[in-house]
């Protein structure tokens, strides 16, 4: 599966987090001021797209082969610009990495993001890990870590865990339920969505090697 990396404006992950997953990616993006965040963790985007209302120094850009120059008065999000842009670009799974902190509109809208069906697969914060699943799908956490669980527009179904300690079976959601601060009982989760996606949360931190 192509993969790509989108950072966007915002509070982001160490650099560390992202240099240990970094053979994952074919290709990154970086999103208005997640150029300033790339150029903090030395690492250069293949693609710079936004507004640049938000960048430490537009004259940045004339570093870049390919940017993508969006005006302030548009429509879309920065986000949602290099989203779109990877998407064109052919690549399956991406991994925002970024907007924590900050205003909560911009958080709100990044996690609405991923009710659509070309938003995107993972969203790596300052301190947390959401991930969006549409099959069964097994995580590596430690023992005691928070695990939270939020369903999408089309609510919660025919969910099942084993790992956690109040477990999804028989869980009936409506959209706007969700089930927060439920606990890992042991390093190895697993969470089926059932008929819609979930987007799960786990530390950033933890040692989160998935499989689906």
């Known amino acids: 599966m192509k993969s790509a990396l989108l950072v966007t404006g915002g509070l982001a992950p160490p650099a560390h987090c992202?240099?240990?997953?970094?053979g994952e990616f074919l290709f990154?993006?970086?999103?208005?001021?997640?150029?300033d965040t790339m150029r903090r963790w030395n690492m250069r985007p293949q693609l710079v797209v936004g507004d640049m209302d938000s960048l430490s120094d537009a004259d940045l850009l004339l570093e870049y082969a390919e940017v993508e120059r969006h005006?302030?008065?548009?429509d879309l999000t920065d986000t949602e610009l290099g989203l779109s842009a990877l998407r064109d670009r052919g690549f399956e799974r991406i991994v925002v990495a970024g907007g924590g902190g900050g205003r909560i509109d911009h958080l709100l809208a990044i996690f609405a993001l991923f009710n659509r069906i070309d938003g995107p697969d993972e969203w790596l914060t300052n301190n947390e890990?959401?991930?969006?699943?549409?099959?069964?799908?097994?995580?590596t956490v430690r023992t005691g870590d928070t695990v939270s669980v939020f369903p999408l527009a089309g609510g919660g179904h025919s969910m099942k865990s084993t790992g956690l300690e109040w477990p999804l079976d028989d869980l009936d959601w409506n959209p706007g339920d969700f089930g927060v601060s439920n606990v890992a009982v042991c390093p190895h989760i697993t969470i089926k969505p059932g008929e819609f996606p979930l987007v799960v949360i786990v530390p950033l931190e933890a040692p989160t090697q998935d499989a689906q």
Do not use: N
Not at 71 to 74: G, Y
């Open 129 to 139: 890990r959401l991930i969006r699943i549409t099959e069964c799908t097994s995580f």
């Open 71 to 74: 005006p302030v008065h548009k």
């Open 18 to 22: 992202i240099e240990d997953r970094m």
């Open 28 to 35: 990154s993006c970086a999103a208005d001021s997640g150029l």
